[in-house]
């Protein structure tokens, strides 16, 4: 079986074109939230997940440009974004938005996959980025494995040995596949549509069964096309930016 994990897509359908390409073909495609905000295209993006059959679950954009309370923490040009959203997106972008659990549980032959935009303890808002957070929450993960998006950083924390106190961080841009048959693993795929670990491409990850392994990817997409739409679009000319830093 082979599962592409896609997360934080933020309404930029280049990106996503790009990623699906590269994918081929898939038995299943797991989304962990933030379809849209930021970009231009969040109609055609949820379009696109919707059309491919994408579990999904929601993130704090989602939720927002949904009309829900998370619009409330975000910085200025996030809640401008949110708002252009808010205004544009038709009413079963809206509904499919609003119906998006905060979690999901995926059974798998290397073991249970929970799957969540932020954290069990804090699904919407908190991100998983270092070990300390990742030692913190793996008391509260009811699955052997645990699948994360929000922060946009492609991460692997694994328990190593016997006890699940002792977990590892490995860098994922060594491009060492995650073994999954031992131990248990969070894993974040990295964000397609506003990468920000220093790398513009779109960042996604496959999980293949068969072999026991979850492998980053990164695919170019053309960023200028998206950031053309952006400012057309009248958004945040800030956001547009960024996607050149992938920051
Ligand atoms: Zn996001």
Redesign the pocket.
């Known amino acids: 079986m082979r599962i592409a994990v896609i997360s ?1 897509v ?1 309404s930029n359908l280049r990106a996503l074109e790009a990623v699906l390409a590269d994918i081929g073909a898939a038995d299943a495609y797991w989304h962990l939230g ?1 379809a849209v ?1 930021y970009g231009p295209d969040p109609d055609a993006v949820v379009e696109r997940l919707r059309q491919l059959g994408a579990i999904s679950v929601r ?3 989602d939720d927002a440009v949904a009309g829900g309370e998370c619009i409330r923490w975000f910085v200025a040009d996030a809640q401008e974004a949110a708002e252009w959203s808010r205004a544009r997106i038709s009413a079963a972008t809206r509904a499919w938005l609003a119906a998006l659990p905060l979690q999901l549980v995926q059974e798998t032959p290397v073991g249970s996959f929970t799957l969540v935009h932020g954290s069990p303890r804090d699904p919407l808002l908190e991100y998983v980025y270092s070990r300390a957070v990742a030692r913190e929450i793996l008391p509260e993960i009811k699955t052997r494995h645990c699948l994360v ?2 922060s ?1 950083i492609p991460l692997h924390f694994q328990t190593t040995g016997e006890r699940d106190s002792s977990l590892e961080e490995w860098q994922v841009d060594s491009g060492h596949p995650a073994r999954l048959g031992e131990g248990r693993a969070i894993l974040n795929p990295g ?1 397609v549509g ?1 990468p920000r670990d220093g790398d513009p491409r779109a960042a996604y990850m496959i999980i293949d069964t068969g072999a026991g392994e979850a492998a980053w990817r990164r695919v170019d997409y053309d960023i200028e096309a998206t950031q053309r739409a952006m400012r057309d679009a009248g958004l945040p000319p800030a956001l547009a930016f960024r996607l050149s830093l992938g920051h």
Do not use: M
């Open positions: 934080d933020h933030d905000g993130g704090n954009h998006g929000h946009h964000g506003q």
